[in-house]
């Protein structure tokens, strides 16, 4: 749409001289284009076409009625939103009651003083002006948003095309990954270091947008990597140093992350972690009881990137035959409850205590929960779930 940012008053009479006098009246106004209509038949099509800032009608007209001209202009997508003016000889109430009935913005007796003429002309026109310059903004921002949501759709799909597949055995993992509207910094992955170390971790990036999306998957990337530098995977504390160092916040944007880095051993049933301010996966036991303990796998290390001295402690926690390590985002968390208090880790843990079966339908499960609690389908965070089973 083209706003116009000039005054275009097109004057709808059939009388030359009406059309001549409010010629000479616009003539010297600066800013103020006039164009004279003398033929009712032909005033809707003229109106499409030149798209008038004002419309001056005459009300009695040999080929048209004026009132129902009024009426086509509202009808007409092209002057369903133009001020109108009514110019007339009558000063009837009824006139004036119909014709504003009929979409009239004003009703000027004719011909009125030059003064007047031209200052209403002009009040009309700037608010006509205005409403077209908004109505543009409106339609840009719905345009930017559209592309930025493609944008976003796009890179929710490069991100979740990374993601690996589940597996069943030796041990079970499962995932879900739901994106929010403006796509956040999660990632996540497992797999085998050898034949008898399962590397599993999941990371979150502050913010939302492609950019925190992105960061996201070069840590991921890094992850893996990192054996190359000399780190070793099956070490959750070099893994964390490692990633610390690559990623320092003042280079990246000021974004940082946070990470839960486990290695699972076989042999010894035994789970190595560390963390850097993330949420704490839940080790949940084959048969949980009521007052059963899940516990907190909580890594005590910062987030990565925002300090550099900073030391990753790597802990270890006992892995009982058919026990499940649940890991999540802040976005599984970070939900408000009617009561305003976030439904957080206790209200994981209920949920946990409530699901038996650690099986793939306690993920859409949880995601329901989640969903019925924040009262939207469409979550302010990522919602990000690994589901472990140990065999």
């Not at 893994?239 to 839960?260: G, Q, R, S, Y």
Request: proline share 6%; net charge negative; hydrophobic share 45%.
């Amino acid at each position: 749409m083209n706003v116009p940012d000039t005054c275009v008053v097109l004057l709808v009479d059939d009388q030359l001289i009406i059309g001549e006098a409010v010629r000479r009246i616009l003539a010297p106004q600066e800013g103020i284009t006039f164009h004279f209509c003398q033929k009712g038949a032909e005033a809707l099509a003229a109106a499409a076409r030149l798209k008038p800032t004002v419309i001056l009608q005459d009300l009695v007209m040999p080929d048209a009625d004026g009132l129902d001209l009024v009426r086509g202009y509202r009808q007409q997508e092209a002057t369903a939103l133009t001020p109108l003016i009514v110019l007339s000889s009558k000063e009837e109430g009824t006139t004036k009651a119909e014709a504003f009935a009929r979409g009239a913005n004003d009703y000027i007796v004719k011909l009125p003083d030059p003064v007047e003429l031209v200052a209403r002309i002009r009040y009309h026109s700037r608010g006509y002006l205005s409403l077209l310059q908004r109505n543009q903004a409106f339609e840009d921002l719905r345009a930017s948003q559209a592309a930025l949501a493609a944008e976003l759709a796009k890179a929710a799909a490069y991100v979740r095309s990374l993601l690996p597949s589940p597996i069943r055995e030796p041990v079970a993992i499962d995932w879900r990954f739901v994106p929010s509207a403006s796509l956040g910094g999660d990632c996540f992955d497992y797999f085998w270091i050898d034949d008898d170390h399962l590397a599993l971790y999941l990371l979150d990036v502050c913010g939302h947008g492609v950019g925190p999306a992105l960061l996201g998957v070069s840590a991921s990337n890094a992850v893996r990597s990192s054996a190359f530098s000399g780190a070793d995977l099956r070490d959750p504390t070099g893994v964390l140093h490692h990633l610390n160092a690559a990623f320092p916040m003042e280079k990246h944007d000021n974004m940082f992350f946070t990470i839960w880095y486990g290695v699972y051993r076989r042999s010894t049933r035994t789970l190595s972690f560390s963390g850097g301010g993330h949420p704490p996966p839940l080790l949940v036991p084959a048969r949980l009881s009521a007052d059963g303990q899940i516990a907190q796998l909580l890594g005590p290390g910062p987030p990565i990137g925002v300090d550099s001295t900073e030391t990753f402690p790597t802990l270890t926690a006992k892995v009982t035959p058919g026990s499940s390590l649940l890991l999540y985002s802040d976005g599984v968390t970070e939900v408000a409850l009617d009561s305003g208090k976030l439904w957080g880790i206790a209200g994981l843990e209920q949920f946990m205590h409530s699901h038996q079966e650690h099986g793939p339908r306690l993920l859409d499960n949880l995601h329901q929960r989640v969903v019925s609690i924040a009262g939207k389908d469409v979550l302010a965070d990522d919602f990000s779930t690994l589901l472990a089973t140990f065999a």
